[in-house]
Nanobody, 124 residues
């Protein structure tokens, strides 16, 4: 299995940027498709962005398309989520997720491994 630890969350003003990191340990990180999900207070966890094991496929939720960029560095066992033009509605706990299945399976978030989450707060 793989262990995931997120970092990089915090408070930021609307329009600014944050970069989240997801450091993996355990089984080979390159074996996994990875994704970012988020959960806002009182709402269900939702898919944000996903990337295949080699970066060849990437998907974004419509709400973040054009503002967020997912990437990964398999040599460093780390995934990233660059978040630009932040909005108050981006406020949530952000979770890193990894799945041995294809990216389309990873986007469902029901068969892999989760990090503990990192809080992102966007407000003025």
């Amino acid at each position: 299995q793989v262990q995931l630890v997120e970092s990089g969350g915090g408070w930021q003003q609307p329009g600014e940027s944050l970069r989240l990191s997801c450091e993996a340990s355990g089984r080979a990180f390159y074996s996994y498709a990875t994704a970012w999900f988020r959960q806002a207070p009182g709402k269900e966890r939702e898919f944000v962005a996903g990337i295949s094991w080699n970066g060849g496929k990437i998907y974004y939720a419509d709400s973040v398309k054009g503002r967020f960029t997912i990437s990964r560095d398999n040599a460093k066992n780390t995934g990233y989520l660059q978040m630009n033009s932040l909005k108050p509605e981006d406020t949530a706990v952000y979770y890193c997720y990894a799945d041995l299945g294809p990216l389309e399976q990873t986007m469902r978030g029901n068969s892999g491994y989760w990090g503990q989450g990192t809080q992102v707060t966007v407000s003025s």
